[in-house]
């Protein structure tokens, strides 16, 4: 009612569904997404009663038609479990290779909103409830492009990989052992399982990388880096230590970035 220049309809959702009776002897708590025109006879001769007295003398109630209710699977005090799987479908057309990165999104953005909630003060304009409520598309946008910033661990490592392979660190078998040492270990990360000896070689190369620079050749690089650290993990082969490896220097540029 406030927006007099807009026509819009309104949908009201609920997690639980709306317990109202239908037309037909159905109900809107377990019927598919349907607006209130569809109410038995009733129940919509009270809500038209009641639309009218919300508006002024000479102008037309609100038609029921145009409030839709539906039952969704969104829980009110988590709605960000349900925005994780939009943001990520967005980003996998947007930015594939940061679709893995959707939670970090939601966060910021519902980090930005949640102080808003706090206002009270009535609106009167979309542009008014925007810039109180909510952000921007320019807001928006500037947040995918903060994203665009933070560099992928796996399209480094791909990177890195296609560059050793090209100077002849690794085969084709090589590679492909690498990258499933890699893949195990985002696994492992994943269900929160700890393996010791990953522990220990995830530690000796942060040490080892905290007073060895990087020369222009990664196979020269990697090839020190096992020369000096293979004697402690003599049972890691050799695919599964550059996977470990390659992640422990990722992480070191992530935490430069």
């Known amino acids: 009612m406030a927006f007099h220049e807009l026509k819009s309809t309104g949908r009201f959702i609920s997690n639980a569904g709306c317990d109202l009776p239908l037309e037909g002897g159905?109900?809107?708590?377990?019927?598919?997404?349907?607006?209130?025109?569809?109410?038995?006879?009733?129940?919509?001769?009270?809500?038209?009663?009641?639309?009218?007295?919300?508006?002024?003398?000479?102008?037309?109630?609100?038609?029921?038609?145009?409030?839709?209710?539906?039952?969704?699977?969104?829980?009110?005090?988590?709605?960000?479990?349900?925005?994780?799987?939009?943001?990520?479908?967005?980003?996998?057309?947007?930015?594939p290779k940061h679709a893995s990165q959707a939670s970090a999104l939601v966060d910021a953005l519902l980090a930005k909103i949640g102080p808003l909630g706090a206002k009270t003060d009535s609106c009167s304009t979309f542009d008014e409830l925007r810039k109180e409520r909510g952000f921007s598309r320019n807001e928006f946008v500037s947040a995918l492009g903060m994203l665009e910033q933070l560099p992928d661990q796996e399209s480094l490592i791909e990177i890195w990989l296609n560059q050793l392979s090209s100077e002849g660190g690794a085969n084709f078998m090589e590679i492909a052992s690498i990258r499933l040492g890699v893949s195990k270990l985002f696994r492992l990360q994943v269900m929160g399982v700890e393996d010791l000896q990953a522990l220990a070689l995830a530690a000796d190369c942060d040490k080892w990388l905290d007073v060895n620079t990087p020369g222009p050749a990664l196979k020269d690089f990697i090839g020190k880096a096992k020369a000096d650290l293979a004697g402690s993990h003599p049972s890691v082969r050799s695919a599964e230590f550059i996977a470990h490896f390659l992640l422990r220097v990722v992480k070191k540029c992530v935490d430069q970035t």
């Open 26 to 95: 159905a109900n809107a708590a377990t019927s598919l997404p349907c607006n209130l025109s569809r109410l038995e006879a009733k129940h919509l001769e009270l809500l038209s009663q009641g639309l009218e007295t919300l508006h002024e003398v000479g102008s037309l109630p609100t038609n029921p038609s145009l409030i839709h209710i539906a039952k969704v699977p969104i829980h009110p005090d988590s709605p960000a479990t349900h925005l994780r799987g939009i943001v990520v479908s967005f980003l996998a057309e947007r930015s």
